[in-house]
């Protein structure tokens, strides 16, 4: 089984020519909100971390994931893995899709694909995701693809219009022999 290879799209590791995608996802002050980016990235850095990225969610505690639409090799949004906690077992997520590619599906077909990378092949026993409650396509998303809400943080995020709450959400392995 390919497990990064979906329908529609590829998960593939960062390469040098995403620099100038990575600078303009970044540097997108409008999504930083979502996010935990409070400042612009340079080229430099992002460059440098290109070339020093390893790809080894072990060692980096972060699996970052270029989403490529199979038909145009065109990327159109990143997934990332990070937090990762071998001891327990689980890792946070985040997704971001380009806004000129959003609302076609490829969120949630990048989801299912690195769910099935992650409790398959890796053997995570849980992903789980902070999303803004006013986040509602997001909200959608995760519900969508089987998280469960369980939790609320209270003011948790702070947006342009004041704080809002953040909703965690979990995902256990559903291949998992429990007990």
């Given amino acids: 089984m390919n497990?990064?290879?979906?329908?529609?799209i590829?998960?593939?590791?960062v390469e040098p020519e995403d620099l100038d995608l990575l600078y303009r996802w970044e540097n997108d002050s409008s999504l930083?909100?979502?996010g935990c980016t409070v400042a612009p990235f340079s080229r430099y850095l992002l460059k440098r971390y290109i070339e020093n990225y390893s790809a080894d969610i072990a060692r980096d505690n972060?699996?970052?994931l270029i989403m490529v639409e199979k038909e145009s090799h065109t990327p159109v949004g990143i997934l990332d893995c990070f937090d990762y906690d071998?001891?327990?077992s689980r890792a946070a997520i985040g997704l971001l899709v380009d806004p000129g590619h959003s609302r076609r599906g490829f969120g949630r077909e990048a989801?299912?694909?690195f769910m099935e990378y992650a409790f398959r092949f890796l053997h995570l026993h849980q992903l789980y995701v902070h999303i803004a409650a006013c986040n509602?396509?997001?909200?959608?998303?995760f519900r969508a693809c089987g998280f469960d809400e369980c939790g609320r943080l209270t003011h948790w995020v702070r947006l342009p219009q004041g704080y809002?709450?953040?909703?965690?959400f979990q995902k256990i392995n559903p291949y998992e022999k429990n007990g």
């Fill in 3 to 8: 497990y990064l290879t979906g329908k529609r």
């Fill in 10 to 13: 590829d998960l593939r590791a």
């Fill in 32 to 34: 930083w909100q979502y």
């Fill in 62 to 64: 972060q699996l970052r």
């Fill in 86 to 88: 071998a001891a327990n």
């Fill in 111 to 113: 989801l299912d694909t």
């Fill in 136 to 141: 509602t396509a997001s909200v959608a998303l």
């Fill in 164 to 168: 809002a709450d953040a909703l965690v």
